[in-house]
T-cell receptor, first 117, second 113 residues
Framework: GAVVSQHPSRVICKSGTSVKIECRSLDFQATTMFWYRQFPKQSLMLMATSNEGSKATYEQGVEKDKFLINHASLTLSTLTVTSAHPEDSSFYICSARDSGGQVSGYTFGSGTRLTVV | SQKIEQNSEALNIQEGKTATLTCNYTNYSPAYLQWYRQDPGRGPVFLLL?????KEKRKERLKVTFDTTLKQSLFHITASQPADSATYLC????????????FGAGTRLFVKA
């Protein structure tokens, strides 16, 4: 089945530094990928939709300059948290949908636990 | 506004029993409803998708029902096992293109041996 690989799984960084999270679709092409943030015991909050070859679409309230998204190929999307602060500490997850064939669910990455100290 | 509600209280059941989880929604017309499993510190894993014109879907020990009149889906795990312990999320896909899927917060299931 479809697989999405997300790295790193955990990262601790100092306040003010930037962190890049990668999300790769391993066996299918993903023209669109989605980035979520999840707080404990809460639902997935869509941050942005990453579109291959064009600008990402950000949800209301999400700072595009803070959360930079690049989708340079059909299999890779990256999320860079710039000038990270402790309040950016969270669980970040990407997903994609294999658009070939029948409608199916989303394939998620394994998530990245970001801790900003 | 669009809303999905899942029971925030954990569900505790005995091994071998059937677990039933509920997903209710308002102000939404889904074309599809999905169920996912999420383990702590991991991304969700897709389990089942049911279309608006389908009443029931089964996959091994899993069964999903979808009632668009009641705006509710039920998710059943029969012959539950401790390995089924996880958080289960429901998600709705809207009935239009250019869509956004919305997720519930999930219900935590504990299956005791």
């Amino acid at each position: 089945g479809a697989v999405v690989s997300q790295h790193p799984s955990r990262v601790i960084c100092k306040s003010g530094t930037s962190v890049k999270i990668e999300c790769r679709s391993l066996d299918f092409q993903a023209t669109t990928m989605f980035w979520y943030r999840q707080f404990p015991k809460q639902s997935l909050m869509l941050m942005a939709t990453s579109n291959e070859g064009s600008k990402a679409t950000y949800e209301q309230g999400v700072e595009k300059d803070k959360f930079l998204i690049n989708h340079a190929s059909l299999t890779l999307s990256t999320l860079t948290v710039t000038s990270a602060h402790p309040e950016d500490s969270s669980f970040y997850i990407c997903s994609a949908r294999d658009s070939g064939g029948q409608v199916s669910g989303y394939t998620f990455g394994s998530g990245t636990r970001l801790t900003v100290v | 506004s669009q809303k999905i509600e899942q029971n925030s209280e954990a569900l505790n059941i005995q091994e071998g029993k059937t677990a039933t989880l509920t997903c209710n929604y308002t102000n939404y017309s889904p074309a599809y409803l999905q169920w996912y499993r999420q383990d702590p510190g991991r991304g969700p894993v897709f389990l089942l998708l049911i279309r608006e014109n389908e009443k029931e879907k089964r996959k091994e020990r899993l069964k999903v029902t979808f009632d668009t009149t009641l705006k509710q889906s039920l998710f059943h795990i029969t012959a539950s096992q401790p390995a089924d312990s996880a958080t289960y999320l429901c998600a709705l896909d809207p009935n239009t293109g250019g869509f956004k899927t919305i997720f519930g917060a999930g219900t935590r299931l504990f299956v005791k041996a």
